[in-house]
């Protein structure tokens, strides 16, 4: 856990290494390091964000969990102006933390 704080730097910056940024919020997911959920979730949903950026960010929410998570994965999945694939890993996401907590 001591590296997620870089890794959260890594995602935070304004740089144009999207795999570099993504390969930190697939970290950060795997850790599920719910401090960074605020920057995901404005990633996940912002529409300039690159879409492999996007992708990551959703499923590392999905990774994280909770009520904060969820709700952005909804309103991923809910809207049409989102492209296909974003909308369909969102749901997908949700889908697999629903099945998570019916076990």
Avoid: F, H, Y
């Amino acid at each position: 856990m001591a590296a997620a704080p870089a890794l959260q730097s890594v995602l935070d910056a304004k740089s144009d290494q999207v795999q570099l940024r993504a390969l930190a919020a697939e970290a950060l997911g795997q850790m599920q390091w719910s401090a960074a959920l605020p920057a995901l979730a404005e990633l996940a949903e912002t529409a300039g964000t690159p879409a492999a950026l996007r992708l990551r960010c959703i499923d590392a929410l999905q990774q994280i969990g909770g009520n904060g998570a969820l709700i952005v994965l909804s309103r991923i999945a809910e809207d049409n102006d989102v492209s296909p694939v974003l909308r369909d890993r969102a749901i997908r996401a949700l889908r697999r933390a629903s099945e998570l907590q019916s076990i």
